[in-house]
């Protein structure tokens, strides 16, 4: 599985690119070498912030006591802001407005977010939604060196930015439940909305067959599965760009490409996670609803 070599190349249309691994990119090539053109804005800013943070912190003082913790920190994330893929962040908008309506009216309960890429969603959703409790996850294999700062830059503008977060852990949605990681599995049965983005084109067919069978086992009864990605509809590509795009993706990694919604709906269904509808997005995008019976 090489989800990192698509991630970090522009596709002709960046949104299918693969948004979250970019920054994965960046970060490890930070680690490798000196200097990451990007990445290093991403520095700058936040050495600036740092900086002015502590010029100023005499005279904001006192402000500061009387400003909440919800309204500062998203500011320090956003100072971190270019860490994110463009189409990840012009997507969230429209995905959120989509997340509202599949929420219990309170608004509460847990998330658990497959590959979160770069928190981009996590940070989003959790600031709009705080009465969630997110649980971001990324695939990071066990023996890749980086594993632990891959976990940290989400938890920069997830866990240590937001209350609403909890640290990033390690999930290879691939892996049958019982190897999920013991805070998910410990949850099981409890989960508000499993959702996940962007992944299920960019992986083996075998990845998302483990998402459907782990939302099987974390969803709550009536508890929504939401994933938001590019599919086909009747066997058939809805773009002549998408199908130009899984035709690319698939002379990539015969594994990978455009997964049909029958398909995924029929697998689901194995879990007891039922199909509701899939709703047009931006782009040429669906999100699929699916409820845990
Ligand atoms: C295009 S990125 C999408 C990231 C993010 N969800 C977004 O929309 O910005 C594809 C993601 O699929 C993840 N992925 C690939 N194989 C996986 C696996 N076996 N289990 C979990 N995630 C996987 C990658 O790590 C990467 O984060």
Known sequence: MQPRQLCGTPAAEDLRGS??????????????????KNYAGGAAAAIATVAFATV??????????IRSRSRRLPRRAMANDDRHHPSAKRNRGPILEALRQELP?????????????????????ASALPKLQWQPTEFVPRDQPTRAAVLQEIDIVGAKALPNVLP?????ASAPWEEWP???????????????????????W???????AGAGQALAKGGRLVIYGPFKVDGKCTTQSN??????????????????????????????????????MPANNFILTFEKQ
């Open 105 to 125: 009216e309170d608004g509460a309960g847990f998330v658990l977010e497959i590959a979160s890429g770069s928190g981009c969603h996590a940070e989003h959703f």
């Open 243 to 280: 199908a130009d795009f899984d035709e690319r993706l698939r002379s990539q990694d015969p594994e990978w490409g455009y997964r049909d919604i029958a398909d995924i709906a029929a697998e689901a269904e194995k879990h007891g996670v039922k199909f509701l509808q899939r709703q047009e």
């Open 19 to 36: 948004p979250t691994a970019r920054p994965r990119q960046l970060l490890q090539r930070t680690l490798e070498a000196p200097l990451a």
């Open 168 to 172: 990033a852990l390690p999930l290879d």
């Open 206 to 212: 075998k990845v998302t067959c483990g998402v459907l």
């Open 182 to 204: 013991p805070e998910v599995r410990t949850k099981a049965g409890h989960f508000t909305m499993v959702y996940m983005s962007n992944v299920t084109h960019i992986s083996p």
């Open 56 to 65: 100023g912190s005499k005279c904001r003082r006192k402000h500061r006591k």
